[in-house]
């Protein structure tokens, strides 16, 4: 009997042991994440271009501060308006809406790249406008499922 519950302590020690680990593990993964986030964070803060994450459900997962600027208002202003039906994306003549399935990322979305398209955007926030270069393409996971979509947004006339 002192043979087996011996044998059946230090099996639930070595249990304990291997879920701490795991734990711990799973706990510096988490830490590297963070810190690999925030560098791509501060990596996408610093470029000139917006930069917009869009999951499948339209949603805006990632939106740099160059996207900010050029929108003239933070995430989630813009994703408000964007699921609101208000599509501030204009085609280059500044007066033509993009239809919704038309625009790069509703395309990005369907699995279609788009490469430097013109338009112009308009939004509430920059009532004025500005001409933009828009480009988009579709994220997808390693079984070659569109989980998202990239969008890089470019102005080409004055701030």
Not at 26 to 37: I, M, V
Not at 41 to 53: C, E, I
Not at 56 to 67: R, S
Request: glycine content about 10%; some cysteine; charged content about 30%.
């Amino acid at each position: 009997f002192l043979k087996e519950r011996g044998a059946a302590e230090a099996a639930l020690v070595s249990a304990r042991d291997e879920v701490v680990r795991d734990a711990n593990a799973r706990r510096r993964a988490h830490e590297e994440n963070r810190r690999l986030g925030d560098r791509l964070r501060a990596v996408l803060d610093q470029l000139d271009s917006g930069v917009m994450l869009v999951e499948p459900n339209g949603t805006i997962a990632l939106f740099n501060l160059a996207a900010e600027r050029i929108f003239g208002a933070w995430r989630g202003e813009i994703e408000r308006l964007l699921k609101g039906g208000t599509h501030p994306t204009l085609r280059p003549d500044g007066k033509t809406p993009y239809s919704p399935e038309a625009e790069p990322a509703a395309r990005a979305l369907k699995g279609e790249p788009v490469r430097g398209e013109a338009a112009f955007l308009r939004t509430p926030f920059r009532p004025q406008g500005c001409p933009v270069v828009l480009s988009a393409a579709p994220m997808r996971s390693s079984q070659g499922l569109v989980t998202g979509a990239i969008v890089i947004i470019r102005e080409t006339g004055p701030v």
